[in-house]
């Protein structure tokens, strides 16, 4: 580094990662988010919050985006180990439901921010492009008159819906303290997308339970914390 360059700050990067920890930290019983609350809990100010973030639907959509980015770096790393791209395929939704099932308590409070439609389909749109590169893939097998796009944004909004489904369905089970398993979340995704993109026919059985068991063990959910 030259002599007159000064080093980055590192503070915005600190404040920045104790917000998103804050939010993930979120438990069942915290009640209504709110800058006040996300900003004590993180231990910075009001102001170091709204210097990185309009508010808390800028925060869900930053969050959501780097959890994203993160998720396709691990998919392409684990297309590589196992060379077999519906393989990967069911990993990419393997992560989706590792990644619900390990901060349920941190997206079921987001349901209740009240996020924008902008937000949400923000998010739809950045797990369609991810889709729409894994259709491209296994193109030899893609029904004729397919748009990869258009057809990657209908698999993630009902991705999407399946796991803010999930979320609901699991909120007293979650509250008693209980653990929540999200195999089964991940069994009714696998099982309802299309079976020219994953290789599972209608009588084939769904292996759920060894995809969560794989995403589990690769570390998924920490390494989407550290996104």
């Known amino acids: 580094m030259p002599r007159n360059e000064r080093a980055p700050d590192p503070r915005p990067a600190r404040t920045k990662a104790a917000i998103f920890a804050a939010a993930r930290d979120l438990s069942a019983d915290d009640g209504e988010v709110t800058v006040n609350a996300l900003a004590k809990r993180a231990g910075v100010s009001r102001a170091a919050f709204y210097s990185h973030f309009s ?3 800028e925060l869900m959509a930053a969050m959501l985006r780097e959890m994203f980015e993160t998720a396709w770096t691990r998919g392409a790393e684990y297309q590589r180990e196992v060379n077999d791209y519906r393989r990967a395929v069911l990993f990419g939704f393997g992560v ?4 619900v099932e390990r901060h349920h308590a941190f997206l079921r409070g987001a349901l209740e921010w009240k996020f924008s439609h902008r937000t949400y389909m923000g998010m739809v749109e950045s797990m369609a492009g991810m889709h729409a590169q894994a259709i491209e893939l296994v193109v030899d097998a893609v029904p004729t008159g397919l748009d990869a796009l258009t057809t990657g944004r209908m698999i993630a909004s009902a991705a999407l819906a399946e796991a803010t489904h999930w979320l609901v369905e ?3 089970t979650a509250h008693a303290g209980e653990e929540l398993d999200g195999t089964a979340l991940l069994e009714t995704i696998l099982r309802n997308a299309p079976s020219w993109y994953t290789g599972i026919g209608p ?3 769904v292996p759920a339970a060894e995809m969560m068991e794989v995403c589990r063990k ?3 959910g920490e390494q989407l914390e550290k996104g």
């Open 55 to 57: 508010g808390l639907d």
């Open 170 to 172: 699991t909120e007293e």
């Open 203 to 205: 009588e084939d059985e």
């Open 96 to 99: 989706l439901s590792c990644y």
């Open 218 to 220: 690769a570390g998924v």
